[in-house]
């Protein structure tokens, strides 16, 4: 028979870096969403195993590309210090969040944005999180609903979004994907941690310093005559990151 635990237990487990099965945590999900959890939503150990991270690195804040029901960012929260915003398409995905958000009252540190990356600007943060997001694009069958745009060229758009939102970012960002977001890590990011004993492969990189593509695009930033200039400080970039 499976053990049921009450919501306090799941959060007081979490918070001692215990943890509980997902079925124990999925119980709190809208019962459509709980059915299509091992599918789409990252499993606790892993969301457990990234808080560890977050606190190793002393990271403070972290946007999921594509949050869905929020399972990620709650965890997080109840597993570590850091603070959380999910980005995600979907409307009634946000408010399922935000209704799962309040239950684990981790509200103070965790907020969802309505929007869809490369539509809207994301929002900022220290680290972005990416668990597969546009692979439903791909993989039509397992789609959750019909009400955005999904198909190859939503997924090229999506994917070219996600690396330019990588790109633009200031030094010292982070990048954390569970089995990938499809496209390749810019230059410049160096892998610091890597778990390859998840069912998918858990990643963190540290924007270490400018890929080559970084420079070439705030060149023509740099009043003329541009000979001979210094290289514009770190804040052009993230003015640039922050107009994108
Ligand atoms: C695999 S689920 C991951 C959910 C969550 N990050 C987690 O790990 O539990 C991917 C989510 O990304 C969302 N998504 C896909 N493309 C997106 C985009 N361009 N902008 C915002 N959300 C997107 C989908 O609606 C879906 O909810």
Redesign the pocket.
């Known amino acids: 028979m499976l053990e049921v635990f009450s919501l306090e237990d799941i959060a007081v487990a979490l918070r001692a870096q215990r943890c509980p099965a997902d079925h124990a945590f999925d119980r709190f999900l809208p019962e459509e969403l709980r059915a299509v959890s091992a599918e ?3 499993p606790l150990h892993v969301a457990v195993r990234a808080a560890g991270w977050l606190e190793e690195f002393d990271i403070h804040s972290v946007v ?6 929020g ?2 960012c709650v965890i997080g929260a109840l597993a570590g210090r850091c603070r959380f915003v999910g ?4 409307g009634w ?1 946000v408010d399922a969040a935000r209704t799962l958000a309040q239950a684990f009252r981790v509200g103070e540190r965790v907020a969802f944005v309505h ?4 539509e809207v600007p994301s929002p900022l943060g220290e680290a972005y ?1 990416f ?6 694009n791909l993989y039509f069958d397992g789609h ?1 609903d019909d009400d ?1 745009e999904l198909g190859d060229e939503r997924y090229v758009r ?1 994917v070219d ?1 996600a690396q330019e939102l990588l790109r633009y970012a200031p030094v010292g960002t982070y990048a954390l994907t ?1 089995n990938g977001f499809g496209g390749t890590i810019p230059a410049g990011y160096r892998q610091v941690r890597v778990d390859r004993t998840l069912a998918c492969e858990l990643c963190l990189w540290r924007k270490t310093s400018l890929g080559a593509r970084d420079m070439a695009q705030i060149e023509p930033q740099r009043p003329a005559p541009v000979h001979d200039q210094p290289c514009p400080p770190v804040d052009a970039l993230r003015l640039l990151h922050e107009s994108a």
């Open positions: 789409h939503w990252t999921d590309v594509g949050a869905g029901v399972k990620f980005f995600e398409q979907r995905l929007g869809a990356l490369g999180y668990f597969n997001p546009f692979g439903e959750i955005v999506d979004a569970y």
